[in-house]
């Protein structure tokens, strides 16, 4: 084999020795008509995927440096990789390795590691991007597969895995994409994922006009740069303290991602369980007692930074909560100046920004390209996508959307009036960075509603949409259009969705818990008045989960909701989504015709390997098609949905979930018929791989 090679090398034909490398090229391209979303059981397949890509980009004009000859520069040692080679066009340096027979995977991993380390001694600062690997193998163990992963996902190198065989004595490679990542059934950051604690500046951190001291800024950048060099994974937001009358008072809240959330977050789906390895059980013994908390990293990351931010305000750390649980407190309190992003969440924050689909198709959100994830506006929209809180993710409209929907749009009209009101001067350091935080939120939801409107053949359009972050009033008519808009086209006048969608509005300020821990329960009167109706729907919402509860076993969600259903006794906006999102899992969608869904690359081997480990677990798998155009595997739980039979032959037959209707269709098919896009229309032709 080692001769084979070096002869196709020699002969400038090893690029074309690789086959299928146009599947490479298509899985590792971003759609250019589907939004990015961060899907956390992607994460090692797309960086093998975009690994291989950027390899196989300069591979066709290699030169032959050394062919398994020593290269170290040291007297009395050894290092002799197979083959060193250099592009001719790029400079950039390929190191080739065959792992023999004989050799263990262990060896064939730690010599490339050796060999890059030496190649850097001859040329120091050689970037990661111009250092290549190429690892051939006849034989990929469990422990060699891992390996490599680990490599593009984590150490973000660019290697290239590559099976090896022999057609009538001449070589074959093809590329391999391992399939080393386990499939954990979390598709977002659990609550608990995302553990925070505040950086409390005491001190004149701010310039002479007031703004924050440029200090604070560079300690930012520092934080990021500095959390992507050590691993890694988190973010920080720069704020401006309300409770200071002057607002001249700044703080950081830093977050980091705890772990554990993650693995008890499998356990919980069933994708882990106590028989899984010798790993599971003592680790949930060992950690079972431990608190919450971010991890080691970000504290040696903000120790770092500390000496920059001490110039100009002293530090303490305090208020350790997760995301959702300090956004919360800062509802009322904070104005959002900047965010930081660094790890993965940094890297999907600037995939984002150059993502084509959402240059193409979100230019609002990035205010006409000028925005970028600092900004509070793009920077809180992307960590609520991590958590799967963004509006409309599937693109379907549920009852909880409409009441969410009319929840922000009521107040931020009850906001916007209160706040032109000359009487509410002294309620303005609660108020306004409480429509600040609200019109964000609301910005972001009438921007992904305009989106799902977009992608309807059924939503008449609206125009142009004219929303201010600035708490002025909003011209009557323009606001008037919108809500009937909404009721009549989104909606469809559907008589429970536009129920929910008024009850919101109406009731918007009412029901704001944070409002009604800031203001005393101002609005209080509002939330009586309000609180029969509520009343009725929660027991329209309980009488329909007696009747499926006749039909069927009632699947996890149900029940863990009625339960919280059951025990409500007073009303906000908690208690209240409460019993609208108990409604979801019983009363269908808004039902909207779709245009065809955009051409994707779709990644028929993973979806595959989804619905393996979903059948290994225990589980009904299938592959669904959201309303949104996007595929993905999922887990059957819906007794309707059980009572079609499963399929027997895996590796060519499917379930199929269509969602594009807002109405569920289940069918069995074969994977060739859904890859071909037998049942869902494609614009532009089939999508077969």
Request: hydrophobic share 45%; proline share 5%; aromatic share 8%.
């Amino acid at each position: 084999m080692q001769r084979l090679i070096e002869q196709l090398l020699s002969d400038g034909a090893f690029g074309n020795a690789i086959g299928d490398r146009d599947s490479i090229d298509r899985l590792a391209a971003p759609a250019p008509d589907v939004l990015p979303i961060f899907a956390i059981d992607r994460v090692a397949r797309a960086a093998m995927l975009a690994a291989a890509r950027d390899v196989l980009a300069d591979i066709d004009d290699l030169i032959v440096l050394t062919s398994d000859t020593n290269i170290s520069m040291s007297r009395g040692e050894t290092l002799r990789p197979d083959f060193v080679c250099i592009s001719a066009s790029t400079n950039s340096v390929y190191l080739i390795e065959l792992k023999k027979s004989a050799q263990t995977a262990r060896e064939a991993i730690t010599e490339l590691l050796g060999y890059e380390h030496e190649i850097k001694n001859y040329l120091p600062f050689l970037a990661n991007h111009d250092l290549n690997f190429v690892l051939i193998s006849s034989e990929w163990s469990t422990l060699l597969d891992h390996g490599a992963a680990s490599a593009c996902a984590w150490s973000r190198k660019k290697l290239l895995c590559l099976e090896a065989g022999l057609d009538n004595g001449a070589v074959t490679l093809t590329p391999r994409i391992p399939e080393a990542w386990s499939i954990t059934g979390v598709t977002a950051f659990p609550r608990e994922s995302l553990q925070t604690f505040q950086l409390t500046l005491e001190g004149p951190a701010a310039d002479e006009e007031g703004d924050p001291d440029p200090r604070l800024l560079v300690a930012m950048n520092l934080l990021a740069r500095s959390g992507d060099r050590a691993g890694a994974h988190g973010f920080a937001m720069l704020w401006r303290d309300r409770f200071d009358p002057a607002s001249r008072t700044f703080h950081i809240t830093v977050g980091g991602v705890d772990t554990i959330a993650f693995f008890d977050a499998a356990v919980d789906t069933g994708m882990i369980d106590r028989g899984q390895g010798h790993f599971t059980v003592p680790f949930q013994e060992a950690v079972a007692a431990a608190p919450r908390t971010a991890p080691a990293s970000l504290f040696a990351l903000v120790r770092s930074i500390r000496p920059v931010i001490e110039e100009c305000a002293s530090v303490t750390m305090e208020g350790f909560f997760d995301w959702e649980t300090a956004r919360e407190t800062y509802f009322c309190r904070a104005e959002p100046i900047s965010f930081e992003f660094w790890g993965m969440l940094g890297d999907h924050a600037r995939a984002y920004l150059t993502n084509p689909a959402v240059r193409g198709y979100r230019m609002s959100l990035l205010d006409g390209g000028r925005m970028d994830w600092t900004h509070p506006f793009l920077g809180l929209f992307l960590l609520q996508s991590f958590r799967g809180n963004q509006f409309l993710r599937d693109g379907e409209i549920h009852l909880s959307d409409a009441f969410a929907l009319g929840s922000a749009l009521g107040m931020d009209g009850g906001l916007r009036e209160i706040i032109n009101n000359p009487n509410a001067v002294s309620a303005l350091p609660v108020l306004e960075p409480a429509f600040l935080w609200n019109s964000y939120t609301t910005a972001h939801m009438l921007e992904e509603l305009m989106l799902v409107a977009s992608s309807t053949s059924s939503i008449a359009p609206l125009g142009e949409l004219h929303f201010s972050l600035r708490a002025v009033p909003l011209p009557e008519e323009q606001t008037g259009n919108l809500i009937r808009w909404i009721s009549k086209q989104v909606l469809r006048d559907q008589s429970h969705f536009v129920r929910a969608f008024n009850l919101g509005m109406r009731g918007g300020v009412a029901f704001s818990s944070a409002l009604a821990r800031a203001t005393g329960d101002s609005f209080a009167s509002t939330r009586a008045a309000l609180a029969p109706e509520l009343s009725d729907i929660r027991a329209a919402a309980l009488s329909l989960l007696a009747e499926a509860k006749a039909n069927g076993p009632l699947n996890h969600e149900q029940l863990r909701l009625a339960d919280l259903v059951a025990r409500t006794t007073a009303w906000d906006d908690h208690r209240a989504m409460d019993v609208f999102r108990l409604l979801d899992t019983l009363v269908p969608a808004v039902a909207h015709q779709l245009n065809a869904v955009a051409p994707s690359n779709h990644d028929w081997d993973w979806l595959k390997q989804g619905v393996r480990e979903v059948r290994a677990a225990g589980g009904r798998p299938a592959i669904a098609l959201s309303a949104d155009g996007t595929l993905g595997t999922m887990d059957l739980t819906d007794p309707a949905l059980l009572m079609m039979g499963d399929v027997m032959d895996t590796d060519n037959e499917v379930l199929f979930l269509n969602n594009l209707s807002g109405f569920q269709t289940l069918v069995k098919t074969s994977w060739d018929a859904l890859a071909r896009g037998d049942h869902f229309p494609v614009s532009g032709g089939k999508n077969a791989p």
